[in-house]
């Protein structure tokens, strides 16, 4: 799994994280769940991936009480804080984010997981609000709506984080600055999906997860880096460099 680019990347962020109290992010994924090949003092957060997703009536699915009960045992061997990411499809988010009684229940049941399982907060990992099949063009503020009410919910003993898409030419239209700015503790840029080859609009590779452009990237290139997005997305400064540990693609993030 580990990619040699990756690791020593990641041993550099890892020291810069400790001095100066950044985030250094890891995802898990569900499959092969083995917590015991983690080494959680390498990250700052650990955030499980695949086991929890939004329903078809959009309602919270919890992972299985083993999964959990395993997860949460890696607070035992590091101060590290886990994270549940909800994922599932666009349009099951679609459907959440369409009633107040909806994002309601949804913030009360995960709170109770959270709070039942010691579990430290939860990753939003909706791929992506307006831009995708069964999408509504509402889902971009409504989106700030299910943000604002977790966060009434949770108020501040949960983290809410969330997985937003690199691209500007997504994320303009998936996202607002202000509601992820408000309520978000840390927002983690798929920083991966940057330099995509696709022969009409981006017929050119590049680095995987460039944090700047490049002197002769032009156009569009020029904005598929996480300068710009932080700058333009977010209007704020970029905080950190966050990878992905046990996978082998990288996330950055803005400070919120
Ligand atoms: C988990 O990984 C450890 C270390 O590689 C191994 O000894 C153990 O058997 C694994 N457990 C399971 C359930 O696969
Ligand atoms: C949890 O239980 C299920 C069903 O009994 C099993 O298939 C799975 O391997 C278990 N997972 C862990 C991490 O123990």
Known sequence: M???LVFPVLFFLTMAGRTTGQILSCFYEIENFNVS?????????????????VDNIGHFQEPPS???????????????????AVTGNSAHFTTLVSSEAT??????????????SGIDGI???????????????????????LLRILRQKYGTKKLITVDVAGPPTIAKYSYQADYLNKYAD?????????????????PVVGFNSPLRRLPYERGILAKMNSVFFCLISSKVNL??????FFTSLLYFSCKT
């Open 186 to 202: 840390f927002v983690q840029i798929m920083s991966y999906d940057y330099h995509v080859y696709d022969p009409i609009l981006n």
């Open 2 to 4: 580990f990619s040699s």
């Open 66 to 84: 083993n999964v959990t009960e395993e997860f949460v045992k890696l607070k035992n061997r590091a101060p590290v804080k886990l994270l549940l």
């Open 123 to 145: 990753d939003i990992d909706w791929e992506f609000p307006v831009w995708s099949w069964g999408a509504k063009k509402s889902d971009r503020t409504r989106f700030g709506d």
């Open 103 to 116: 994002m309601q229940q949804f913030a009360d049941e995960s709170l109770a997981y959270l709070d039942r």
């Open 239 to 244: 905080r950190i460099v966050s990878g992905s």
């Open 37 to 53: 090949i983690i080494e959680p003092s390498l990250c700052t957060h650990i955030i499980l991936i695949g086991s929890s997703n």
